[in-house]
């Protein structure tokens, strides 16, 4: 096969885990890589009965939290912090009577 010498004429194979699915794209064109980021989200397992699954929707929650900007940003500053506030109601409702048992 002759090669016309320049760079860049031929497209580039895709290479990877999605490699047969974007077979006659463009690598980096910026719609086939999210097109790509999107398969890797379709197949990742989704079970949040599992720690690997919970904590791999509070790295979702986190990495959004970070693309945020403006208001969304507040809402999510804002969500982080309530849910604190109710953790540390619980402990403090829970630790208070322990620590009153053990003590009385």
């Known amino acids: 096969m002759a090669r016309s010498g320049l760079q860049g004429d031929e497209p580039e194979e895709p290479t990877g885990r999605f490699a047969d699915d974007l077979i006659g794209l463009d690598p980096r064109d910026p719609e086939v890589q999210a097109f790509a980021e999107h398969l890797d989200r379709v197949e990742q397992p989704q079970s949040r009965a599992t720690v690997e699954g919970m904590l791999q929707g509070v790295e979702d929650f ?13 809402a999510v500053v804002i969500v982080v912090f309530l849910i ?15 620590l009153g048992t053990l003590a009385g």
């Open 84 to 98: 604190l506030v109710g953790v540390g109601i619980t402990l403090w409702n829970t630790i208070v009577p322990i």
């Open 62 to 74: 986190a990495q959004s939290a970070n693309r945020a900007g403006g208001h969304r940003r507040l």
